[in-house]
């Protein structure tokens, strides 16, 4: 009776199903895996979004002055401006409003791409180690996901390896994507990566997804001027973003798609863009918001980066504890002893000191036992965190 683009089982693994039982019992845990802004404890501006309804101010209903409704495929012109000014003195990118659709999450945005490039049984290159739901999205659009390697070089740092790469493209694959920064390797495309990519890309008829929604966020050993990727137009290239990581605003539902790439196929993509994007007409009325939601970024991002360098120095302080570089993003990775398995680790963490961390596996980590953190937790509760870690964990060999 039901489709066959859902997973088999879903019943609860066992971590999912002891994590379920320790709430249930009330237990005091301790998540560091948090990765939801609005309950880090942070102090958001007076928005609409950030404050409750006839808070300040602020309308008292979400339809407040939008009781006409307008749909536009692409949304709201005016949205689509203030995300062009934001483009410009931010990054120092000119791009237009005619090349932005705005998507009620960068999920859907996926979604709507999917629908774009593909046939059912195609296939979309996706990053190894990589973030779990992007293979979700793709089988929901009954695409196949197929994994090409990312390579640590002598200093840690994640990198395309273009000859595995290469040998990944297969006569159904139909877009590559990256994530820029990655998730949750937290490593920026170079320059001559983007230029490679955008060649390999144009060279094989594909598509290629950039995924930028870390981009605002390098850490101290990062780059210091990461590459847009709005600029790329060497193959038809796509770059996603949103309010969720940006603003730190996961409720607003706003994301976008900028379209870029050579003009003909450009202008091929944005008719049936616009096609598939009028189907749905997902947007709600915080697109008419976005202006006021963009002028307030910097306060917004300077607390969750403030957040991020803090913990990140708790975690270089922490002795025994071997993290892997960061260029930027909000995750770190913590490599496990030799021999140790982090499914098992992560479980006796969580029955044992009710500590909540995820284990590489879930990103698809194959070759080597790490556990994934996230830098956006409360300084309290890292620092708590990495005192139970370096309990439980032995001291490395010197």
């Known amino acids: 009776m039901f489709s066959s683009r859902l997973p088999r089982s879903l019943e609860a693994n066992p971590f999912t199903t002891l994590l379920a039982e320790k709430r249930a019992a009330g237990a005091m845990l301790i998540d560091l895996t948090l990765a939801n802004p609005t309950q880090a404890g942070f102090a958001y501006p007076a928005t609409p979004l950030a404050q409750p309804p006839g808070h300040g101010g602020c309308p008292s209903s979400p339809l407040a002055g939008q009781q006409i409704y307008r749909p536009t495929a692409q949304g709201a012109l005016e949205a689509r401006e203030a995300i062009c000014r934001f483009y410009r003195t931010s990054r120092q990118q000119l791009i237009d409003p005619d090349n932005l659709f705005l998507t009620a999450g960068t999920s859907e945005a996926y979604s709507f791409l999917f629908k774009l490039l593909t046939n059912p ?129 996961p409720q607003a539902k706003l994301s976008w798609i900028h379209l870029g790439g050579p003009p003909a196929l450009r202008a091929g993509a944005r008719e049936r863009l616009e096609f598939i994007a009028d189907s749905y007409l997902s947007v709600g009325t915080v697109q008419h918001q976005a202006a006021e939601l963009l002028a307030g970024y910097r306060p917004a991002q300077e607390e969750i980066r403030q957040r991020l360098a803090s913990n990140d120095a708790a975690l270089a302080a922490a002795t025994g504890l071997k993290a892997l570089p960061r260029e930027g993003g909000w995750y770190r990775i913590i490599q496990l002893p030799p021999g140790w398995d982090d499914e098992s680790c992560c479980l006796e963490l969580l029955k044992r000191h009710n500590l909540i961390v995820h284990p590489g596996f879930f990103y698809d980590f194959l070759d080597e036992a790490v556990l994934v953190v996230s830098l956006l937790c409360p300084e309290a509760d890292f620092r708590r965190g990495l005192e139970l870690l370096q309990e439980f964990l032995p001291a490395p060999l010197q």
């Not at 793709?138 to 200093?155: F, I, K, N, S």
């Not at 490593?187 to 990519?197: A, H, I, K, N, T």
């Not at 955008?198 to 594909?206: N, T, V």
Request: charge should be negative; charged fraction near 20%; glycine fraction near 8%.
């Open 121 to 249: 049984g195609d296939e979309v290159l996706l990053p190894a180690p990589g973030y779990p739901l992007f293979d979700l999205l793709a089988e929901l659009d009954l695409v196949t996901p197929c994994r090409y390697p990312l390579r640590r070089d002598g200093q840690g740092f994640w990198r395309l390896d273009f000859s595995h790469l290469r040998r990944q493209i297969s006569r159904r694959t139909r877009a590559i994507v990256v994530v820029h920064p990655h998730n949750p390797t937290g490593s920026y495309l170079s320059e001559e990566e983007m230029r490679r990519l955008g060649q390999l890309c144009r060279d094989h008829q594909l598509a290629l997804i950039i995924d930028e929604v870390f981009f605002d966020y390098p850490a101290a050993g990062g780059p210091a001027n990461p590459v847009p990727a709005v600029a790329e137009n060497t193959a038809l290239t796509f770059v996603l973003n949103g309010f969720s990581k940006l603003l730190g605003l």
